[in-house]
């Protein structure tokens, strides 16, 4: 097999954090190229700009493309009418109408698009989905908190608008939570606190509710000092669950399932691999929706100032 | 041919200006019940609840929903399980999601959903929508301005949260930009002004862009005094389309083109009597996707306080 020639687009600390080792550790592609303005990565090519890119390595077929979401559509729209195949990084985009056209756009021209969810490749996720399956659920209870000066140091992006706030890191949760439920939830309310002088949200508590009136709630803060919770516990007619470790850890009523840890980004890679194999998409838009809706349906509240 | 029995849930303001003249205008249906808590239209049997007006009226297999979007989801659910086909007024609920798993449940259950859209039956529409299919568009500038004390008088809801505000209207707006535009658009930014006493906003300003980098704005206003003005322009290569009056009138380069007016509400009964008889949904989510998208983008400017 010959490795697919790809580019990374924004390298920053998700990009050298995550992409480049498990790029590195899988045989399916090749680190060809990147594109960035503060430095690339040693030893491989790195252009100022996506359109330079596109021009000068016709072999690069494939980008993945891990900026802020703001800039994101540009890139992105760029590389799939120039026919490259397209990877993006959580959230796939600023808005929700931007990815349904990049997801036409894409079925058009015949190339792959997927939209990533890294959380949904935690080593518990898939065991969580297949013993819910069959399951009458009660009740679902999410708590995802961190501290946002040690998760996102210098991220300024992450306070303007469309930067989403602590629905950066809850998107994580709600990508692990649409993936496991066995049926679909809503948003029935929202509470979103915003420090008054940020453009996006420091805590959110959300309230969800479903075809058969499940009770699930959700609170999100980037207040959280002294290790950072990141679970979901569901309750059914058949024991509780819950995912935690940001769903890398697995109980059963209190006892461990052993799990298989492949890690986050390979899981997205070799997802990724087999979506250029079978040259299909993966485009779920479902835990981005769930953030507008808050954004559309929360009730504001304003707390005190947040300095880095 | 047989009436479809029709029964109307809400009996408000929109459903006796609009909703109720249309029907007693449609061979198609006969209004053989309504579910409203304060009174309902006379000679017509009303009931306090959807789930007594489904469990006592089998032979009433449609339901018109014309609450506000917020108590909506429940209602649409209870009708779909019960297998009636549902009519959802605009917007079609308080979040993006809740429609999705309506849809589905339609699809499941066989009935037919329709997201209604009353602009996109204005009678101008269809004739802009067909006059730009084949031009390359340079600009685009929506202007949607109304007085909230005339066109809302004591509606509650519209300030809460789900009620959407100034985008109660200006989804009217969208929903006639996304039927008319050629090639699909999203935000790029917005600026939302919300009063200070207030949960949703009284103005808002939108920037759209598209594939091919059209310059698209929109102005939507609760402020505006002396007269609406509801009308979007459309600069091409080879001429300007107006749309005037919410789409009632249509001139290109300032010149009126003839329309035939059949109105907006029974445009849309006369739609859903074909998807009766054909057995299919209509649900178009774009106009609401942009509505959340500027919430979960926008920035958020704060004004004086708003007293009816």
Redesign the interface.
């Given at each position: 097999m010959t490795a697919t020639k790809l580019a990374i687009v924004g390298v920053g600390k998700i990009a050298r954090d995550q992409h480049i080792p498990a790029i590195a550790a899988d045989p399916a592609f090749e680190l060809a190229a990147t594109v960035s303005g503060s430095g690339g990565v040693e030893g491989v090519e790195n252009f100022a700009t996506v359109d330079a890119l596109l021009e000068a390595r016709p072999d690069v077929t494939a980008l993945s493309l891990c900026m802020p979401p703001v800039p994101r559509?540009a890139a992105a729209?760029a590389a799939i009418?120039n026919g490259r195949h397209v990877m993006l990084e959580k959230p796939p985009g600023?808005?929700?109408?931007?990815v349904?056209?990049l997801d036409?756009?894409a079925r058009q021209t015949g190339v792959s698009l997927f939209a990533t969810w890294h959380s949904r490749y935690a080593a518990g996720v898939e065991p969580a989905r297949e013993w819910l399956a069959d399951k009458p659920i009660r009740r679902v209870r999410v708590d995802w908190k961190e501290d946002v000066r040690k998760w996102h140091p210098g991220q300024a992006w992450i306070w303007q608008?469309?930067g989403?706030g602590v629905f950066d890191p809850g998107i994580n949760a709600l990508s692990i939570l649409t993936e496991i439920m066995p049926l679909?939830?809503?948003?029935s309310?929202?509470e979103l606190t915003f420090p008054e002088n940020r453009?996006t949200p420091i805590a959110a508590d959300l309230t969800f509710?479903?075809?058969d009136g499940i009770d699930a709630t959700a609170g999100f803060d980037w207040r959280q000092e002294g290790g950072e919770i990141w679970q979901i516990e569901v309750e059914t007619d058949q024991g509780t669950l819950r995912l935690e470790s940001g769903g890398a850890r697995l109980t059963i009523d209190g006892t461990d399932r052993p799990l298989e840890d492949d890690g986050e980004y390979p899981g997205l890679y070799r997802r990724f691999a087999t979506l250029l194999a079978d040259g299909g998409s993966d485009v779920d838009l479902?835990p981005l929706?769930?953030?507008?809706?808050a954004?559309?349906?929360?009730?504001?509240v304003t707390t005190d100032a947040f300095h880095d």
């Open positions: 559509f729209f009418a600023a808005t929700v109408a931007e349904l056209t036409g756009l608008p469309g989403l679909p939830l809503h948003l309310g929202a453009e509710t479903g075809p479902a929706i769930h953030v507008a809706d954004f559309m349906l929360g009730r504001r």
